[in-house]
């Protein structure tokens, strides 16, 4: 089985990039965190840039290809922020879900749109960039958090179509749809193609 160092030191990531692959292709990939010290600077200006660096540092640390993702919610009535500072813009997951909150207390119904966008890169220990793809799903930003799933700004990511939020739905659900389901499907089928 092919290992591949993920480049994160968040396990819920790991978990839910494992969870995916076996409902893709199970016993394929087996992605691992990044052994020591993980603390890549992300001082890219791109979804796409971040994920490199985040790669890179972990291809290097752990000598054997590795995947990295950069993910962010994009706003619409806030310029698309919080964006690439996603992860960064508060402290803390209450934090983040208050500041958002408190953004968007003035914002009415019909102009709360916005999109999770996941840029995964994959880079050989090399430094070599072997691919790269973007997933991205569309809802807009609830009035309040609802569900008990997910992370991160997965409570206020509410889909009309399905009338519930990123963290109302089940795990199995989630990664059925989500912005980092839609970009690791692609990148699973090139890894199982090119490595």
């Given amino acids: 089985m092919q290992k591949i160092a993920l480049g994160t030191s968040n396990p819920h990531k790991l978990q839910e990039i ?8 199970p016993d394929s990939v087996e992605f691992v965190l990044v052994d020591g010290d993980f603390n ?9 840039e971040n994920s490199y660096i985040k790669a890179l540092e972990a291809a290097k640390i752990m000598n054997i290809p590795a995947l990295a993702d950069d993910t ?17 813009y508060a402290p803390d997951q209450p934090s983040k879900i208050k500041k958002l909150l408190s953004e968007m207390k003035d914002v009415k119904q019909g102009e709360r749109n916005a999109c999770f966008v996941c840029a995964m890169t994959l880079v ?16 807009e930003i609830a009035f309040e958090p609802s569900g008990e799933h997910g992370f991160g700004y997965d409570p206020l990511f509410f889909i009309p179509d399905l009338n ?3 963290a109302d739905m089940t795990l ?17 089928e090139w890894i199982l193609e090119n490595i």
């Fill in 72 to 88: 962010g919610l994009c706003v619409d009535a806030l310029n698309g922020r919080p964006g690439l500072y996603s992860a960064r």
């Fill in 164 to 166: 519930k939020t990123m």
């Fill in 18 to 25: 494992n969870e995916m692959l076996k409902e893709i292709h």
């Fill in 124 to 139: 050989a220990p090399d430094g070599k960039k072997l691919h790269t793809s973007v997933g991205k799903i569309s809802g």
């Fill in 172 to 188: 199995a659900e989630k990664n059925t749809l989500s912005h980092r389901a839609r970009a690791l499907k692609p990148m699973v």
């Fill in 40 to 48: 890549p600077v992300e001082n890219g200006t791109t979804f796409e």
